[in-house]
């Protein structure tokens, strides 16, 4: 399905992100969150979520908190903002409101989301890019709840998702509600998606940390960035080294999304020092489906 027309194409190529409207409709955008809903009314809060704030137990709380994020590539797994529990474990706000995210395996063990992932018009826009034979690497559903949703700094997603040669990966960030500059869109910088990359996010080989960064991220000029409004069931198309950030979520409504990451396997290599993996319960599983 042509749901990309040719300029989009060629504006994703020069800058390293497009917007477009209309991936969804805005009942499917709905069922989306509401599913998402009845999945955080029955999750179980983790253990090391709840363990007791004080200095001893500071890195057995980093380190369940680092082994949870390492394994849950094939799973899905529940991330929660800052401060959003007491020094008992129990919730400060409501557990609706606590979330940062859930991922990484949305796409593969929830058949709503699965679906949306795999839609005529998600492989229509790989196949317009040239996409030979893409897969699913991962996905998440973001909230950025109001209020608390932190800011995300710049950043390139070939950071942590790398692959030789580099330019392999392309990021879908598809708004359930529109995102806007008052609750916490993305922002670029056009054309850094040919610059490389200066920083890596890699497996420890033991001990702890499980992971950690090779190079330095760069400083960038605050004046570059564009924001990237984009309108509920729209799409961001975002290339694996461009630059890109979110500011903190400071009004009153929320800013739901659903985003995932596609890599092209011709001729490519995976790293195997990412922090994502793939397993033999779920392989990268292939985006075009006969």
Request: hydrophobic share 35%; aromatic share 10%.
């Amino acid at each position: 399905m042509d749901f990309m027309a040719d300029h989009y194409a060629q504006k994703y190529q020069e800058d390293g992100y497009v917007v477009l409207d209309g991936l969804l409709t805005a009942e499917e955008c709905d069922q989306l969150r509401c599913r998402m809903a009845e999945i955080v009314d029955g999750m179980d809060v983790p253990e090391h979520c709840r363990i007791t704030f004080s200095t001893d137990n500071d890195q057995l709380k980093d380190q369940g908190n680092a082994d949870y994020f390492l394994t849950s590539g094939d799973k899905i797994r529940f991330f929660f903002e800052k401060g959003v529990f007491d020094d008992k474990g129990e919730f400060t706000v409501p557990r609706e409101r606590s979330l940062n995210k859930v991922g990484h395996a949305l796409h593969a063990h929830e058949p709503l989301y699965k679906k949306m992932t795999h839609s005529p018009q998600v492989q229509g826009i790989a196949k317009k890019l040239g996409l030979q034979s893409p897969v699913i690497l991962q996905s998440m559903y973001i909230f950025k709840q109001p209020g608390i949703g932190g800011e995300v700094t710049p950043h390139q997603d070939a950071t942590f998702l790398h692959t030789t040669p580099l330019g392999r990966v392309m990021g879908l960030w598809v708004a359930l509600e529109d995102a806007t500059e008052d609750n916490g869109c993305l922002w670029f910088i056009p054309g850094t998606h040919n610059s490389g990359i200066s920083r890596r996010m890699v497996r420890t080989q033991e001990g702890y940390p499980l992971t950690n960064f090779v190079g330095q991220e760069q400083t960038y000029d605050d004046d570059k960035f564009v924001p990237a409004p984009v309108k509920k069931g729209g799409v961001v198309l975002i290339h694996g080294q461009v630059v890109h950030r979110s500011a903190p979520n400071t009004s009153d409504n929320s800013r739901h999304v659903y985003t995932f990451h596609l890599m092209e396997t011709e001729e490519t290599r995976w790293s195997p020092e990412n922090w994502l993996q793939p397993t033999e319960e779920l392989p990268f599983p292939a985006l075009y489906t006969t």
